[in-house]
T-cell receptor, first 114, second 109 residues
Framework: EPEVTQTPSHQVTQMGQEVILRCVPI?????FYWYRQILGQKVEFLVS????????KSEIFDDQFSVERPDGSNFTLKIRSTKLEDSAMYFC????????????FGPGTRLTVT | RKEVEQDPGPFNVPEGATVAFNCTYS??????FFWYRQDCRKEPKLLMS?????NEDGRFTAQLNRASQYISLLIRDSKLSDSATYLC??????????WGAGTKLIIKP
């Protein structure tokens, strides 16, 4: 069964550094999403991406964050100048179409900012 | 009022018992409703969508009451493997998924 993959599984970085989290969507999926889950808290929507542009973003997704699909396969989330409060699990999800009911989640990247 | 609100947990339940989860949502324009399951430090996985007429999948039954903006999930004959956090999720008109904080379920032998 096709699945969404994410790398790395765990990223440790120092405050102020930039990180890039990578996601490989399921091959025929067209809509991509990033979510964040701070330990012990609820899942939070960050951004949705379709046709090489952002379709929706939340208040969390400020200028510190950016997304792109650099090579037609990977879908990346870049966090610039990381802060301690950016420490969280970051999940990528994809769907074959925007109106699809099911979003397929990757296993997540645990980001630890020290 | 929180956008999606769930019972606080955890629920400690003996194996074989029936468990009910409740959820309310604030946005009457919400379009779709789901229950996800999340194991500790794992990604959320879709358990079932919730349809207006109610739907059942094996031991799991989901109900939706649009007038009361209320969603429920019933698990019958609970198994040890049902232990997880159950997340109520609502999709708004912008296709964003809005997540509840989840209710942790612990099934005891």
């Amino acid at each position: 069964e096709p699945e969404v993959t994410q790398t790395p599984s765990h990223q440790v970085t120092q405050m102020g550094q930039e990180v890039i989290l990578r996601c490989v969507p399921i091959s025929n999926h067209l809509y991509f999403y990033w979510y964040r889950q701070i330990l012990g808290q609820k899942v939070e929507f960050l951004v949705s991406f379709y046709n090489n542009e952002i379709s929706e973003k939340s208040e969390i997704f400020d200028d510190q964050f950016s997304v792109e699909r650099p090579d037609g396969s990977n879908f990346t989330l870049k966090i610039r100048s990381t802060k301690l409060e950016d420490s969280a699990m970051y999940f990528c999800a994809t769907t074959p179409e925007g109106t699809s009911y099911e979003q397929y989640f990757g296993p997540g990247t645990r980001l630890t900012v020290t | 009022r929180k956008e999606v609100e769930q019972d606080p947990g955890p629920f400690n339940v003996p194996e074989g018992a029936t468990v009910a989860f409740n959820c309310t949502y604030s946005n009457s324009a919400s379009q779709s409703f789901f229950w996800y399951r999340q194991d500790c430090r794992k990604e959320p996985k879709l358990l079932m969508s919730v349809y207006s007429s109610g739907n059942e999948d094996g031991r799991f039954t989901a109900q939706l009451n649009r007038a009361s903006q209320y969603i429920s999930l019933l698990i019958r004959d609970s198994k040890l493997s049902d232990s997880a956090t159950y997340l109520c999720v609502v999709r708004n008109s912008n296709y964003q998924l809005i997540w509840g904080a989840g209710t942790k379920l612990i099934i005891k032998p």
